[in-house]
């Protein structure tokens, strides 16, 4: 059943897990990564951190004497150069998005991009998945000064857009993308089952709306 709310003016998806089904290739890229440095308890870690920025994250998995020696941005920079390289060949975007930005665009409704990735990932999945066209605004993690689940990149986002909060629909796939869209006061927001299963989403209440991709949404008036 379609919810009562403000009239939507304005699009904020999520990247990663969201325009690209890509957490197994954060995954494949974290692998690498911290076989590096030899730390061995990663990957308990970095299922608690996914929709976080890169210096939460970083801080969750690497001990504080290596963060001092290398620096946050530059482990940051070693980890996102893994995964382009190994992403490149196979990108593509989670299905039905093409069709989906092309029912948002003739309803007149802005969209903008809102992700706690790097400014150089959001630009390298936009160029690969040929969809930069469709988004007049990138909020990046390395653009806002709190990344989820702080709401500020969906507040950004919005200000920047010139609308309201509640006048968003915000898509999203991870526990931090949601409760930072809840916070934000978003009038609608859809939960993609990319990175948490469906019961997860519906038991918290994430989300308004639940998909597996977005070919399910054949009628975008269903939802907004």
Request: hydrophobic share 40%; net charge negative; aromatic share 8%.
């Given at each position: 059943?379609?919810?009562?709310?403000?009239?939507?003016?304005?699009?904020?998806?999520?990247?990663?897990?969201?325009?690209?089904?890509?957490?197994?290739?954060?995954v494949r890229?974290?692998?690498?990564?911290?076989?590096?440095?030899?730390?061995?308890?990663?990957?308990?870690?970095?299922?608690?951190?996914?929709?976080?920025?890169?210096?939460?994250?970083?801080?969750?998995?690497?001990?504080?004497?290596?963060?001092?020696?290398?620096?946050?941005?530059?482990?940051?920079?070693?980890?996102?150069?893994?995964?382009?390289?190994?992403?490149?060949?196979?990108?593509?975007?989670?299905?039905?998005?093409?069709?989906?930005?092309?029912?948002?665009?003739?309803?007149?409704?802005?969209?903008?991009?809102?992700?706690?990735?790097?400014?150089?990932?959001?630009?390298?999945?936009?160029?690969?998945?040929?969809?930069?066209?469709?988004?007049?605004?990138?909020?990046?993690?390395?653009?806002?000064?709190?990344?989820?689940?702080?709401?500020?990149?969906?507040?950004?986002?919005?200000?920047?857009?010139?609308?309201?909060?509640?006048?968003?629909?915000?898509?999203?796939?991870?526990?931090?993308?949601?409760?930072?869209?809840?916070?934000?006061?978003?009038g609608i927001?859809?939960?993609l089952t990319?990175?948490?299963?469906?019961?997860?989403?519906?038991?918290?209440?994430?989300?308004?709306?639940?998909?597996?991709?977005?070919?399910?949404?054949?009628?975008?008036?269903?939802?907004?």
């Amino acid at each position: 059943m379609k919810r009562e709310h403000t009239p939507i003016r304005a699009a904020l998806f999520d990247m990663d897990g969201t325009l690209v089904d890509n957490s197994m290739v954060h995954v494949r890229a974290f692998e690498i990564f911290c076989d590096r440095y030899g730390i061995e308890d990663w990957r308990e870690k970095l299922n608690n951190a996914f929709g976080m920025g890169s210096d939460d994250i970083m801080r969750m998995m690497f001990p504080d004497e290596i963060i001092r020696e290398k620096g946050l941005q530059a482990l940051s920079d070693e980890k996102e150069a893994i995964y382009r390289e190994i992403y490149a060949p196979e990108i593509r975007p989670v299905e039905g998005l093409h069709a989906l930005l092309e029912q948002l665009r003739k309803a007149g409704i802005r969209c903008a991009v809102g992700s706690s990735g790097c400014r150089e990932n959001v630009e390298f999945v936009l160029e690969k998945c040929n969809i930069d066209e469709y988004f007049e605004l990138k909020i990046s993690g390395d653009s806002v000064a709190h990344c989820k689940p702080n709401p500020e990149i969906y507040l950004t986002a919005a200000e920047q857009l010139g609308v309201k909060p509640e006048e968003c629909v915000i898509f999203e796939d991870a526990r931090a993308g949601f409760q930072a869209a809840r916070t934000a006061g978003a009038g609608i927001v859809v939960g993609l089952t990319t990175t948490l299963e469906r019961g997860v989403i519906e038991h918290e209440n994430l989300a308004d709306y639940i998909f597996d991709n977005f070919a399910e949404i054949k009628d975008l008036s269903k939802i907004i």
